[in-house]
Structure formats: structure tokens, C-alpha cells
């Protein structure tokens, strides 16, 4: 092959449109430095603006005659491998996004650049260690006894042990850093900066054996592990009632992947899961274990990454952003209650784990787990059609009951004068779990407060002065809260505009735990949702606060449907359980179905029997009765008859064009042309549609307003060229200038 000099460069910070590999000079004196996944600096625009890069692939000529040298190279060595690259090439036509974007995407914080330096550093620690041999260390010991101890201690403890932390030594000694120089002056140690990772805490013990399988999980365990047993990269569905052992599967696999050799990739929808899935497989895997998620610090999130890099780490555990852990030799990737929402990255890259953790099976013939009580529609109907191998766990692993499940109307608690979150029934069923000392969990899917405050004289509403929604009121503080751009506010003693009286509408879990208080005076009550956990200092302090002390009721948000395991909850109760039915968007009954079988799966897990209560103003909904039954193959059966007749997903690809921007007329403007030209190229082509401009759900966020044109065609049919030519063309239109336009694949909103 002819010499090297060009490389083919992805640049940050550019948008969708002027995306593409730019050729740059090598010199000469960077030939040996340069390599396809180091980043470098390069000049870029006419005004040479120094430039964040990533080399992509190495080429002996190049097409254009006259090209910039790069300037830098900021790695020492490659951060991507050939194979991370390849998939950020993929992300871009499949997400619509930047290269560079998918880079940063894969990258932990921790090595992104500013101004030229890395954003963390290293983290060093001195190590001393003898410089002469032991017994001539020995014998000196023992002359600095009387003269100089502090030496003669540090001597004997390094004659012992050989070699040790400098921080550690001189605790363990009590010496002064004075005496240790003084034995390195005179050659007696040596110190040394040696690199150390930073490490978050992680529950430490004896390892335990591999857990029993009962017949069930047997079955599954052989039928899942034949699929991974193939040539080439297979996915399979793992449907299981909530209790059923589906954890216990995966430990299993995992350690039949490691003893073959191969990596393995665990991912969770919440943060406040990984602590508990943590602390089970900890057991089982040690220090093998790698952990990423957002609580990280940007230290320990970069030297996590490094351990899994560096192949001292085989088993990673993290939520969404974990699906790009630099493991090599993947042998599985599991994704746990795979039908959440969380796996879907809301900014760019738009990207779902799913999608790319299929990407990545296939480069490595590795095995696809999805795991869930309430699997996602589309992910069951690739299981029907034979895409997936499925496999299911009718009953919990113990053999214990479902809990019972009884559902209260609402507006009968209304008409009987009780304007309150909590039913007469439930207060009854609470009531009885505190008497017999056993916890219950109340699911609410709203913080706060209140949802809104109006004035019951002249219908004034708080709302956001730069989003269309109206303001949550959080007791806790006396404030009104924007949950989308975060504007805060006082509250007002009376209305602003009349002087009337304030009208506080719809509970969320700050008005539930003061109603719980009220109706229960001295029992102590948890609350767990964004407000609490950040100032609590995570979920798993929460957690362990209701594991270990007992307290009798703990209300929360979703962050309370899943995963969480505790032996003495008998009850669950479900606030609103169509809160989220009318959402608009044609996976609410899905989210709801979801949301509700899960929470009452918390129930009665262990040895005690388990109750639920869903109150509901819709009692008579079939998704809600669907839910209580614990019913998925019936809820299945009447969505999918649904999307089916709607030609929705999974029937279709949803593919949609957003704009963006403070000018409403231009961003509805620039938005009725994307459809006008999106219409005009798939005219007469059978089961195309174009939908749209419509505004989104929350039509003004941070004074931008935001409209949306769907393109809803058959998968497969080649249209993502078409949208991302589309985004490209309006993305430089000068009449649309201050408008933003972007695309996203089957957006969750």
C-alpha cells in the first residue's frame, strides 16, 4: 500500500447538512501518532478555527489538491476501535445525526476537551517501596530505632508488605512526610506516581454460588442459551410475570459467558435500579463488575470506562448510555423492562438502546436478551413473527400468588363527599398494614405538589412564561415550578390579576404524603421521587432507609415500579391509574398497561400474600382491567388489532421532522414546506402517509415553539434518505434563518 498522508476526519460541532469525512494533511512529524480513532485538532472554515476531530480511516490520496494539515493529535492512542467507529457511521444514518455527535455519545464526559485540556484529569497515587533488599532494610530498621522511629517504622512495615499507598503507609506508621523523604534521599525507597481508578461504592461480601433454577427458568435458561449457541447474531424475548426469577436467568447466562470468555452488557431503564441489581450480582461477579450511569462523578464514570477498555471489567451494568461500554467479545447484551421509555435518548443523537445494542450483536454474534413482565407491543410482535425466540415465565419463582387486585371508581368516592387522593378503601386496607407491621407503596406519577393553582373567582391559571404549561406548585418550598425549562416562582397569597381566592388542583406526591400524614398521624411515610432523591443523596439511600428501618408506607413516582424487592410489602395502591391513559399519543395505553402491572407487582413477593388497589376515574376501561388481571396476552392481542388498523408502528416506521424556534410563523412555515416536499416525493407510493405540521404535546418550551411533520411509511422502504435530504435543505434555507429542524425515528412523546 502506497504511504499514508491523508486522513479522513468526522469535525465537531458542525451541523446535520456539512456532515461528512474531511480530508487533512498528515505532517510528518505526526505520521506515527495518527490513527484511525484519535481524536485531533484541525484547522476548520476559512478563518481557521481551531476544531475538535475524530481520524476515522487513514488514505494514500486524496481528491481535493489542496488540504490543511492537522495541527495536533490529542490521544495517545486509539479511543475507538474500528468496530465503535463503523457504528457511529451507522448512527448517523439511522438517527440523523453528526458523527461527531455519535462520538461524544460513546465517550464518557470525562475525556471530552475544553479549551484544549481534558475536562478530568488523571487520578495518581504515590506508591513507596523498598530500594534495597529486605534484609539490608532490616538491619537498618533497627539502627534508626532510637534516633529516628518514624524511619525505622516505615522500614519494618515495607520489609513486611513489600509495597504500599504513600497516604496508607504513613497512616498505618503515623510518619511524617519529612521522614520519608529523608529514607528516599538515602536511597533506601523509592516513590513512584502510579495511575488509579476512581471507584464508586459497591457492596462488598463473600461470592456467592450461581442460583438454583426452578423448572420454568430451567426451560428458559437452555432454550435462550441455544440461540446465543449459533454462528451468527440472535435475539430472543424473555416474557415473565413480575416475580418470576427473570434476574435469576440472567445471572446464569452471564456467567456462562464469562467462563467462555466473553463480555457482557446488563441494562436497566432507572438509575434507582442499578444499586439493587448492584448489590445481587456483585455477589456473584466481585470486581468484575463495571458500573456506568449519570450519579457517576465524571471521574469515576472515566475510570469505569477504562477498566471495561482495558478488559478488567467483563460484566457492565449501567441505563441507557451503557450500551456503548468499550467491551470487546461481546457475548450478550440483556436489556431489562425493555419497554421503557428511558432507552430513548431524547437529544441528539436521537438514538434507542435497543436499536444499537441489535447493531453491536451483530458485529460481535452476540445474543440479544430483552426482559420484561409487560414487554414492549413492537418487541412482542417480532417474537410472533419469528424474529425473536420467546420464551415465558408464568409464575413467580417462589410459587407464591399473585396479589389480589381491586379496583375503586373515583367518582362514587366524589359523590360520596371524600375529595381526597386516597379512597375510603384503600384508607382502610393502609390502615390494616400498619397494624400488622407490614409496608405499603403508593404510586403516583406526578411530583409535587399541586398540577396547577387557578383562582376560582376569575379562572386565572399560573402558567410559564416561557413554556405553553400551566406551573407545578411544590409545597415544600412555597414555589411554582416549570418541570420543562425549570422557571421557579413564589406563590402568591391571593390571585395576581383579581385579588380572588386560589383554587390548588391535582395531587402529586407532596400533597399525598401530607394527606397520608393527616390520616395518619405519627406513621412514618417515605417519599421518593426526583425532589427527595438528589437531596437524600441517591435512590439506594432511600431504599435502604424503607428496607432497614421499616417505615410503614413510601409514596413515589415511576422511579417505585420496578425492580424494587422487598419482602414485607403486602400493598400496593395505584392514585390515578388513568393519568396517563389520555395522553394523546398512541402508546399511552401501552405506558399504562405497563406502569400499573408493574407497581402491583411489588406486592406480595415473599411469604406474605400481596393486595392492590387501583383507583381509577375510568373503571369500567378495558386497559386498566387488563392491568389488574395481570392480562398482557389479551392487552396484546387488542393493541396490536389496533396498530394494526391505525397503520402504526410496528406496521409502520414512524419518521419525523421537527422545527424549532422563537418565531411561530416561521417555524409552522418552514414545517408546512418539509411536508409540502416530503408529500411531493412519495406521491402515488401505497402506504405513505404524510402527517402534520402539528404541533408537539408541549407546544412552547424555553420560549420555543416546536411543530412536527410524520412521515408513516412501511419499514424498510428507504425513506430515511429522503427525510434526512429533507433536514439538511431546510437546515440551510436562508427564509427559514432562527429555525431549527431536526429528525427523529418513532419519537416516545
Known amino acids: 500500500m502506497p504511504d499514508v498522508t491523508i486522513a479522513k476526519v468526522a469535525v465537531s460541532g458542525i451541523p446535520f447538512r456539512l456532515d461528512r469525512p474531511y480530508d487533512y494533511a498528515i505532517p510528518a512529524e505526526l505520521a506515527e501518532s495518527v490513527a484511525p480513532g484519535v481524536r485531533v485538532e484541525v484547522p476548520f472554515t476559512r478563518a481557521n478555527r481551531r476544531t475538535e476531530g475524530i481520524v476515522l480511516a487513514l488514505a494514500p490520496v486524496s481528491a481535493f489538491e489542496k488540504l490543511k494539515p492537522i495541527d495536533r493529535v490529542l490521544d495517545e492512542a486509539p479511543i475507538l476501535t474500528p468496530a465503535q467507529i463503523k457504528l457511529a457511521l451507522w448512527m448517523r444514518e439511522r438517527f440523523f445525526c453528526t458523527v461527531y455527535e455519535a462520538v461524544k455519545a460513546m465517550l464518557p464526559a470525562g475525556l471530552w476537551f475544553k479549551n484544549g485540556k481534558r475536562r478530568v484529569s488523571d487520578k495518581y497515587v504515590t506508591m513507596a517501596a523498598l530500594s534495597v533488599p529486605t534484609e539490608v ?44 523523604r529523608a529514607l528516599r534521599d538515602a536511597g533506601f525507597i523509592s516513590l513512584e506516581d502510579v495511575p488509579v481508578y476512581r471507584r464508586p461504592e459497591t457492596p462488598a461480601g463473600e461470592r456467592a454460588p450461581l442460583p438454583e433454577l426452578n423448572a420454568a427458568q430451567t426451560a428458559a435458561f437452555k432454550g435462550i442459551l ?55 450480582f456483585s455477589s456473584h461477579f466481585g470486581d468484575d463488575i463495571a458500573v456506568l450511569h449519570s450519579s457517576l462523578s465524571a471521574g469515576e464514570r472515566l475510570d469505569e470506562w477504562r477498566r471495561i477498555k482495558n478488559g478488567e471489567a467483563g460484566v457492565v451494568i ?41 447493531f453491536r450483536c451483530a458485529q460481535d454474534k452476540a445474543l440479544l436478551l430483552l426482559g420484561s413482565a409487560t414487554p414492549d407491543v413492537e418487541s412482542r ?65 406526578r411530583r409535587g405538589a399541586n398540577k396547577l393553582i387557578t383562582c376560582v373567582d376569575c379562572g386565572f391559571t399560573y402558567s410559564c412564561p416561557n413554556c405553553s404549561v400551566s406551573l407545578t406548585y411544590h409545597s415544600f418550598n412555597r414555589r411554582l415550578m416549570c418541570h420543562h425549562c425549570g422557571h421557579s416562582q413564589r406563590l402568591d397569597e391571593r390571585c395576581p390579576e383579581c385579588g380572588g381566592t386560589l383554587k ?40 435502604e432507609r424503607f428496607r432497614t428501618e421499616g417505615i410503614p408506607i413510601m409514596v413515589g413516582t415511576q422511579m417505585v415500579t420496578k425492580g424494587l424487592n422487598f419482602e414485607n410489602v403486602t400493598l400496593v395502591g395505584v392514585i390515578s391509574a388513568d393519568q396517563s391513559l389520555y395522553a394523546g ?165
Open 318 to 358: 449501567g441505563t441507557r448510555s451503557a450500551v456503548f461500554a468499550p467491551a470487546e467479545k461481546l457475548g450478550i447484551v440483556i436489556i431489562d423492562e425493555e419497554q421503557e421509555d428511558s432507552y430513548k435518548s431524547e437529544n441528539a443523537p436521537r438514538y434507542h438502546a435497543r436499536d444499537v445494542a441489535k
Open 504 to 543: 390548588y388542583v391535582g395531587a402529586g406526591t407532596q400533597k399525598l404524603e401530607q394527606e397520608l400524614g393527616e390520616l395518619f398521624p405519627g406513621v412514618g411515610v417515605l417519599r421518593m421521587d426526583t425532589d427527595t432523591v438528589a437531596p437524600a443523596g441517591g435512590h439506594d439511600v432511600l431504599l
Open 226 to 280: 441455544r440461540r446465543a449457541d449459533g454462528k451468527n447474531a440472535a435475539g430472543a424475548l424473555l416474557f415473565g410475570v413480575t416475580g418470576s426469577g427473570k434476574t435469576t436467568i440472567y445471572i446464569r447466562l452471564i456467567a456462562e459467558m464469562r467462563a467462555r470468555g466473553r463480555t457482557a452488557l446488563l441494562l436497566v431503564p432507572e438509575i434507582a435500579l442499578t444499586p439493587q441489581m448492584l448489590r445481587t
Open 585 to 749: 399519543d398512541y402508546r399511552s395505553t401501552e405506558r399504562t398497561f405497563s406502569l400499573i402491572t408493574q407497581v402491583v407487582g411489588r406486592s406480595g413477593r415473599f411469604e406474605k400474600p400481596g393486595r392492590a388497589i387501583i383507583q381509577t376515574f375510568s373503571p369500567e376501561n378495558e386497559t386498566i382491567r387488563q392491568a389488574a388481571s395481570q392480562d398482557y396476552e389479551s392487552f396484546y392481542a387488542a393493541e396490536i388489532a389496533i396498530r394494526r388498523l391505525q397503520a402504526l408502528p410496528p406496521f409502520t416506521e414512524l419518521l419525523c421532522v421537527t422545527t424549532s424556534g422563537a418565531d411561530e410563523s416561521l417555524v409552522l412555515g418552514c414545517a408546512a414546506k418539509a411536508k409540502a416536499e416530503l408529500e411531493a416525493s412519495t406521491r402515488g407510493q401505497a402506504g405513505v402517509r404524510v402527517l402534520g405540521p402539528a404541533p408537539l404535546s408541549v407546544l412552547r418550551v424555553n420560549n420555543n415553539y416546536r411543530y412536527r411533520v410524520t412521515l408513516c411509511a412501511p419499514p424498510g422502504r428507504g425513506m430515511r434518505r429522503l427525510v434526512a435530504d429533507v433536514v439538511a435543505r431546510y437546515s440551510e434555507d436562508k427564509q427559514f434563518r432562527g429555525v431549527s429542524v431536526y429528525a427523529d425515528t418513532n419519537p416516545s412523546d
Open 381 to 445: 410482535y417480532h417474537a410472533e413473527a419469528g424474529d425473536y425466540a420467546f420464551f415465558t415465565l408464568p409464575g413467580r419463582f417462589n410459587e407464591r400468588a399473585m396479589p389480589t387486585v381491586e379496583i375503586v371508581d373515583m367518582k362514587r368516592e366524589l359523590r360520596r363527599g371524600n375529595g381526597g387522593s386516597v379512597s375510603e378503601r384503600l384508607r382502610e386496607e393502609l390502615a390494616a398494614n400498619i397494624e400488622r407491621g407490614e409496608q405499603s407503596i403508593l404510586f403516583l406519577n
Open 137 to 180: 532494610a532490616a538491619e537498618a530498621a533497627e539502627q534508626k530505632h532510637r534516633r529516628a522511629p518514624q524511619q525505622a517504622e516505615l522500614l519494618r512495615t515495607l520489609c513486611a508488605i513489600g509495597r504500599a499507598a504513600l497516604p496508607d503507609l504513613r497512616e498505618f506508621t503515623g510518619a511524617s512526610l519529612q521522614s520519608v
